[in-house]
């Protein structure tokens, strides 16, 4: 495990090695979401799609964690539990779910049931969800 340096006491080992995560989480989801926008730019709307969804089940699930709800649970599930929690909003709840709906229809071969548009704003929601809820 990594040590705290001697001029911050005061933080635990806990606290740094979990901001550490929460940083390469941050660089790698942004780097996918890259991937992710390079795809739909370039007529690749269902893996764009694929990558996006992967990264919101995986903020979905690290605010389940750090909020006590069932990270084992369907990512809309998990969103249902935030929003009974009060973590955020019913419209923000909405928001969530139409960003699985999209990630779900090109998980499951409904490619024609989303537009690239619809991807590329998924990409751009799902990075203002991360950076809102997650501070990455």
Not at 13 to 32: K, M, Y
Not at 43 to 61: I, Q
Request: proline fraction near 4%; glycine fraction near 6%.
């Amino acid at each position: 495990p990594a040590r705290v340096p001697h001029e911050f006491p005061n933080f635990s080992n806990t606290v740094v090695l979990a901001g550490q995560e929460q940083l390469v989480a941050s660089v790698v989801f942004d780097s996918v979401l890259e991937q992710g926008r390079h795809l739909v730019q370039n007529g690749f709307k269902d893996p764009a799609a694929v990558l996006a969804r992967v990264v919101l089940e995986d903020c979905l699930r690290r605010l389940a964690r750090r909020h006590g709800c069932d990270e084992s649970a369907t990512p809309a599930a998990v969103n249902d539990a935030l929003r009974d929690k009060g973590l955020y909003s019913k419209p923000q709840w909405r928001m969530v779910q139409s960003m699985l709906d999209t990630g779900n229809a090109a998980a499951h071969g409904q490619f024609a049931s989303y537009t690239s548009a619809d991807v590329a704003r998924l990409i751009s929601d799902v990075e203002r969800f991360m950076a809102q809820e997650l501070g990455a």
